[in-house]
């Protein structure tokens, strides 16, 4: 699976052109070879008439804009499909070489693509703070904007945030009789009781999003924005070892997977007979992966507020996901893209029963809870201060940035399906983090 | 009148043929040049075109340098090799098999070993990951027995090319219905000489239906060296069926690939495709002259 390349703020390109004899002419590279319209800012001429739109989008929202377009007759929508962000972006260089061809809206399934996509050799996302009010900015939940906000630049609108918390299967809990965890450490401590006590239980799965589901959390320096060409990895850090050293201990003591929560062992041995007593990870588990795939009944799940590092003396979480909308910056037809953007994130899609995901957009988070509540409730009942303090505590200095091939995804997991330990995977990650990202044109600076 | 009439139908046919030679040939050219040679030359083109304009290496050096090169390189001549060898074991094998048997009974089998080869790459590949994924597969115990307890075990660098090999052998059983031609095509009379000469099935085999159609197997391989080195869709829908764990970047395409559209850097994702040309072009240029398979017989 190629990926796609990122980098928050442009010019890796660049950075790689200098690396190599071909230094000179860096910058305006490979974009001008094939595009007529390059240069980064300059607005199309807008098209008076009616606007025919076009969208790229994934199955999930399609329903969206299929409601925006029989509630807004006067616009012509032209939605397409198009598979994973990794065929998006492809078809993207595909325009730009050819001159021609792009949507004028286009979802962005994972938040760090708006950025990958504003910035070389992309240079896609149009500029929308002359278009969005700044009231309704400023209503999104607290960070959550961050991968749409360049500078003064907004590049996207934020659909949904995915925050982790503690998952919790409430039958088993009152059963076994446990106490919910608030500290990884008692996290750890319920688990390997739980391994004891109840072998063939479960406390959750490493592989999957394990960087974003535990590395985050605790402020494990995995891939962290230094400037605009310059990341930092660092997983011999404390922040780092701690977690794969807890995750060694579950693994070993039988109670934590090393598969996925999504893998069809996992969930035959785990998911469907109802043996996970809890997990860390994502508010979208409820939904997505309890419900739909291990088929929980209702209710069964709840959750509770965010784990803390007892020695950090303050919790710390971490997000798996969210989506966002991108308006082309060629496009003809500016204004009416950017109210069908704005329409899907803060209007009435978000109201929508099929709107699956939490809400970026604060207004619409009440009633989306409201509407979730029969799935799942909240250790002390309120299900709301679980998910305000689960946003509110997000470490702002992960550094979401896409490199191709960094994901832990690509080295840790296959490890963990070999039977190695994390621990003795993290330099082979850090190297693969290096090379990848160099590849991609960034600077590395490694270690402390 | 009569014999008029039917030699004027007779140059009428034959016109026709010709124009509907031509009309094939005509439309074989028009695809050739659009999605053949013009890519082709507009790769050359990209390959060795500096930023600024003028002729460089400087692509070339790019793709050198980055650390998936060689190995990539590494990757595909394993995957050759390990497809390449079984693959012509067992056409000619089956071919030789199936040859001196019952006519009604040579084209069931020449059908079922067909089956396979009717599911494209990517829907093999599919296949494969189902049978291979211990979790799900209905050959399991088996897999289990041999130690292998999840995909990534199956998939380990070490068996990667192998797992690849064993999906083309499978899905490529076009070699055996091309040497079942091969070999219909030898004359009875020389078959029946070496009968009538002593020589078993397995000597005659060996001694003289092979060697008569080593042309038809020199063209097999040509056309399985360059279709690994275009190795692609299979080592890509493996990575996503790992998470990107097993497969990303596996052959030298994907790597071009990567560079095409993830760096947007197509000069260099010519560059390394220029060198796939060549390599195909070398191999074929050698087994040529080898076999010289372009030399008339008399």
Redo the contacts between chains.
């Keep these: 699976m190629t990926t796609i390349l990122t980098n928050v703020r442009a010019e890796r390109l660049g950075a790689r052109r200098r690396r190599t004899a071909a230094a000179a002419a860096a910058g305006v590279a490979l974009l001008a070879a094939g595009c007529g319209s390059s240069g980064t800012s300059e607005t199309p001429e807008q098209d008076d008439g009616p606007a025919t739109l076009v969208v790229w989008t994934d199955t999930v929202r399609k329903a969206g804009f299929e409601s925006y377009q029989e509630a807004h007759p006067e616009v012509r929508l032209d939605i397409q499909e198009v598979g994973n962000p990794d065929d998006m972006a492809a078809k993207l260089q595909l325009a730009n070489r050819a001159g021609e061809g792009w949507p004028d809206i286009m979802w962005a399934g994972i938040p760090e693509l708006a950025a990958a996509l504003s910035a070389e050799p992309y240079d896609f996302a149009a500029d929308l703070s002359d278009h969005i009010p700044s009231d309704v900015i400023d209503n999104f939940a607290p960070g959550s904007m961050e991968p749409c906000t360049d500078g003064d630049r907004i590049i996207c609108l934020r659909n949904d945030i995915a925050p982790s918390v503690l998952w919790y299967d409430q039958d088993l809990m009152a059963e076994f009789g446990y106490e919910i965890p608030t500290t990884w450490q008692e996290f750890e401590q319920l688990g390997l009781q739980i391994a004891q006590e109840h072998p063939g239980y479960s406390v959750g799965s490493a592989a999957g999003p394990g960087d974003l589901v535990y590395f985050w959390p605790s402020r494990c320096p995995v891939t962290q924005i230094v400037d605009d060409h310059t990341i930092r990895t660092d997983l011999g850090a404390p922040t780092c070892t701690r977690v794969a050293e807890m995750l060694d201990r579950l693994i070993a003591a039988g109670s934590m997977s090393p598969l996925n929560a999504t893998d069809p062992e996992f969930v035959r041995e785990y998911g469907k007979p109802g043996k996970l007593v809890m997990a860390y990870g994502p508010i979208w588990y409820g939904l997505n992966v309890f419900k739909d795939l291990y088929g929980a009944p209702e209710g069964r799940f709840a959750v509770a507020a965010p784990l803390q590092w007892e020695e950090d003396g303050q919790v710390w979480n971490g997000n798996v996901g969210g989506g966002t909308y991108i308006v082309s910056r060629h496009s003809s037809h500016l204004e009416a893209a950017a109210d069908l953007v704005e329409w899907m994130a803060t209007g009435p899609y978000q109201e929508q029963a099929e709107t699956v995901t939490f809400p970026a957009y604060q207004p619409h988070q009440a009633g989306w809870i409201q509407r979730n509540t029969r799935l799942f409730s909240a250790a002390g009942g309120d299900v709301a201060a679980v998910l305000d303090e689960a946003v509110a505590t997000i470490w702002p200095d992960y550094g979401l940035v896409r490199i191709p091939g960094i994901g832990y995804g690509t080295t840790v997991a296959p490890a963990l399906g070999t039977g190695r330990t994390i621990l003795e995977t993290l330099p082979e990650w850090q190297q693969t983090i290096t090379q990848e990202a160099q590849a991609a044109g960034w600077d590395v600076e490694q270690g402390e | 009148m009569a014999a008029m009439t039917v030699a004027a139908g007779r140059t009428g046919g034959a016109r026709a043929q010709a124009r509907a030679g031509y009309l094939f040939s005509g439309l074989y050219t028009v695809l050739l040049v659009g999605f053949g040679l013009v890519p082709a030359g507009y790769a050359v083109y990209l390959a060795f075109k500096?930023?600024?304009g003028g002729f460089?290496l400087?692509?070339f050096?790019?793709v050198a340098?980055?650390?998936?090169y060689v190995e990539t390189f590494q990757h595909v001549a394993t995957y050759t090799v390990a497809f390449l060898v079984p693959s012509l074991v067992i056409s000619i094998g089956f071919a030789l098999l199936l040859q001196p048997r019952r006519a009604a009974v040579a084209s069931w089998f020449r059908f079922l070993y067909y089956l396979p080869q009717a599911l494209t790459g990517a829907a093999g590949v599919i296949v494969w990951v189902f049978m291979l994924?211990?979790?799900?597969s209905p050959v399991r115990p088996l897999l289990t027995a041999a130690g292998y307890d999840?995909?990534?075990?199956v998939l380990?660098p070490a068996n990667l090319p192998v797992v690849l090999a064993i999906i083309a052998v499978w899905t490529s059983a076009n070699g055996i219905l091309l040497m079942y031609a091969a070999l219909s095509s030898i004359p009875v009379e020389v078959t029946e000489a070496a009968r009538l000469d002593g020589a078993n099935s397995w000597q005659t085999a060996i001694h003289v239906k092979l060697p008569m159609i080593r042309k038809w197997v020199a063209y097999t391989v040509i056309l399985n060296v360059a279709a690994s080195t275009q190795l692609f869709v299979e080592p890509?829908l493996i990575?996503?069926a790992?998470?990107?764990?097993?497969g990303?970047?596996w052959s030298p395409l994907?790597l071009a690939?990567?560079f095409?559209?993830?760096?947007?850097?197509?000069?260099s994702a010519a560059a390394l495709s220029l060198q796939l040309l060549v390599i195909s072009v070398l191999a074929a240029v050698l087994i040529i002259k080898r076999t010289s398979l372009f030399r008339m017989e008399i």
């Design positions: 500096g930023e600024t460089t400087d692509h050096v790019q340098q980055d650390f998936r994924t211990p979790a799900v999840n995909l990534f075990e380990s890509q990575a996503g790992t998470g990107g764990g097993v990303e970047n994907q690939y990567t095409a559209y993830t760096y947007a850097d197509f000069a």
